[in-house]
T-cell receptor, first 111, second 113 residues
Framework: EDQVTQSPEALRLQEGESSSLNCSYT??????LFWYRQDPGKGPEFLFTLYSAGEEKEKERLKATLTKKESFLHITAPKPEDSATYLCAVQGSGNTGKLIFGQGTTLQVKP | SQTIHQWPATLVQPVGSPLSLECTVEGTSNPNLYWYRQAAGRGLQLLFYSVGIGQISSEVPQNLSASRPQDRQFILSSKKLLLSDSGFYLC????????????FGSGTRLTVV
């Protein structure tokens, strides 16, 4: 059964304090690993897609990496506006396009 | 450009009342459509998905049902709501370019009282 586990559940950082969020997964035939950002009361917003081990993607202060068993979302010198819940999801083999989500990491960046 | 609309944004319903949430997609044809529920402090749980008109797959047994009467319309329903149906309901569609995974609607906050 496809499964995604994110850690930590919550993370508090001071502005400028870099850190990483973890996403561990088990999936049959990985077709893609996705990172989303979700602000309170809103739908998730797409950040990155990673397809194969060793792949990296960057966007502003965020960098996502992928291994065969986990993905990391690195946040460099975060700002208060980076505060949000970050969701990881995987898509396995099959044509339905179903995504299996982790429970998310809620990040709070204090000024 | 493709857009997804979901309404209402918030809903407060008594236990035992019916439910109908609607989701429509514009600017694409034959999309894969999904209903997710997000309980407070938890991840997204897939409820239903549809790969075409009239084709509905249920992921978990529950008090809800889904229908797809038109290509770009996806409806989530219940005949009698339970307290446990409260949550944040999200509709999503899969873009032609799978690179982006899903595009989500803005969500409906349902509170059953």
């Amino acid at each position: 059964e496809d499964q995604v586990t994110q850690s930590p559940e919550a993370l508090r950082l001071q502005e400028g304090e870099s850190s990483s969020l973890n996403c561990s997964y088990t999936v049959s035939g990985l077709r893609g690993l996705f990172w989303y950002r979700q602000d309170p009361g809103k739908g998730p917003e797409f950040l990155f897609t990673l397809y194969s081990a060793g792949e990296e993607k960057e966007k502003e202060r965020l960098k996502a990496t992928l291994t065969k068993k986990e993905s990391f979302l690195h946040i460099t010198a975060p700002k208060p506006e980076d505060s949000a819940t970050y969701l990881c999801a995987v898509q396995g083999s099959g044509n339905t396009g179903k995504l299996i989500f982790g429970q998310g990491t809620t990040l709070q960046v204090k000024p | 450009s493709q857009t997804i609309h979901q309404w209402p944004a918030t809903l407060v319903q008594p236990v035992g009342s019916p439910l109908s949430l609607e989701c429509t997609v514009e600017g694409t044809s034959n999309p894969n459509l999904y209903w997710y529920r997000q309980a407070a402090g938890r991840g997204l749980q897939l409820l239903f998905y549809s790969v075409g008109i009239g084709q509905i797959s249920s992921e978990v047994p529950q008090n809800l049902s889904a229908s797809r009467p038109q290509d770009r319309q996806f409806i989530l329903s219940s005949k009698k709501l339970l307290l446990s149906d409260s949550g944040f309901y999200l509709c999503a569609w899969r873009r032609d370019r799978a690179h982006y995974g899903y595009t989500f609607g803005s969500g409906t906050r349902l509170t059953v009282v």
